[in-house]
């Protein structure tokens, strides 16, 4: 981890708790610029910075899905995968609800609910990523291997 003093988010407090290494970077977040803007600002390929959704399938069941910020989720094939009707993404309060933050500073870490977390499997291939640490403008760097240590996701292939 970095010397700097690492904000106490839930996602960064849980990271710490299960013994993670990783590192935290800032940057300047701005409202609806995603992993595009904040590859750029932090100088990074957008391939390795990880995303974090919050879904539902058609029972109203909470999900997270884990992909890579230049690729998106094909919800069809996602759901004849998890065997469900159909996948939606959640509107912003109820992700918010499930999760305990703000989408654009949503983690995988330190959710208020334990949710199910799928994540697309080649992020498994790629020697290191950025996601999210709980809060907008704030990303953790580690090593793949941790994020599957600590979150043991259902890997998935559903990229489009």
């Known amino acids: 981890m970095s010397k700097a003093k690492i904000p106490s988010t ?12 990783f590192s935290v970077h800032t940057y300047t977040y701005e409202e609806k610029g995603g992993t595009r803007v904040s590859s750029q600002k932090l100088g990074v390929d957008e391939h390795i910075v ?9 029972k109203s069941r ?7 910020g230049d690729r998106e989720v094909s ?7 998890l065997g469900a009707k159909s996948i939606t993404t959640c509107k912003p309060d109820t992700a918010r609800r499930h999760t305990g933050y ?16 799928y994540m697309e499997k080649t992020i498994a291939d790629l020697p290191e990523i950025l ?6 403008g704030l990303l953790a760097k580690m090593s793949p291997s941790e ?4 979150l043991r996701p259902r890997e998935v292939s559903v990229a489009i």
């Open 147 to 150: 994020l599957t240590r600590i």
């Open 102 to 117: 703000m989408v654009g500073g949503t983690s995988p870490f330190g959710t208020k609910k334990e949710l199910v977390v």
């Open 131 to 136: 996601i999210n640490a709980g809060s907008r």
């Open 50 to 58: 990880i995303k974090t959704l919050v879904m539902e399938d058609e």
């Open 10 to 21: 839930p996602a960064v407090l849980a990271l710490k708790a299960a013994g993670a290494a």
């Open 75 to 81: 919800t069809k094939e996602l759901a004849r995968v």
């Open 62 to 68: 909470p999900l997270l899905v884990l992909m890579h």
